[in-house]
């Protein structure tokens, strides 16, 4: 008795790849090869033209098809189930003249990127970013952290922490520098 090949999956069950054209196609292959080679050689020691192999590897091709077009209707179906005649931009992003008027005019005109220690002044500086653009503001700080004390300074360079004396100073840089662009 021969093992059940690997693509019979339980016993009693018909295997998904066994359709009736399939199965008299096997047949017919079978009647004109005689179980011997398929191509119709006499004494053919190819062990891949023998009907038994040939058919194995013509049931894994099957299988292999059945599975590539199970895989397209299901992408089909996602494709069909997800297609809807929504609208694609953010329902919750819309703006309207007023409320977008009110939110540009609540934006930072900078965002600090870190506070550091000049390697040429040895004095602290502050880089910033300003908003709406990638110029970067490298803002001398000069004497601003001299009435704090050391640990602080530290901090303050180390975590960002940006005291209101440091903040006063930045502002009053971007706006020289737009100052200067405007006029």
């Not at 190819?46 to 209707?73: G, M, N, S, T």
């Not at 179906?77 to 007023?98: C, I, K, M």
């Not at 940006?162 to 009053?172: C, F, K, L, P, S």
């Amino acid at each position: 008795m021969t093992s059940q090949p690997s693509y019979a999956k339980a016993a009693g069950r018909k295997p998904k790849w066994a359709t009736p054209d399939r199965k008299s196609c096997l047949v017919r292959l079978f009647i004109r090869s005689k179980g011997f080679c398929v191509f119709g050689h006499k004494d053919c020691l190819i062990p891949e033209h023998h009907y038994e192999v040939f058919a194995e590897v013509l049931i894994k091709d099957w299988v292999a098809d059945d599975r590539a077009q199970r895989q397209a209707e299901w992408q089909a179906e996602q494709r069909w189930l997800h297609l809807t005649n929504d609208r694609h931009y953010p329902l919750a992003g819309q703006f309207s003249g007023v409320g977008k008027d009110v939110f540009f005019s609540n934006q930072p005109q900078y965002y600090l990127i870190g506070l550091g220690m000049s390697g040429l002044t040895l004095k602290p500086f502050a880089k910033i970013r300003l908003a709406s653009s990638y110029m970067n503001l490298h803002i001398d700080l000069g004497d601003s952290l001299r009435d704090q004390s050391k640990n602080k300074r530290r901090k303050a360079i180390r975590y960002g922490k940006v005291a209101d004396t440091i903040e006063v100073r930045i502002r009053e840089a971007v706006r020289h520098y737009f100052d200067h662009i405007v006029s």
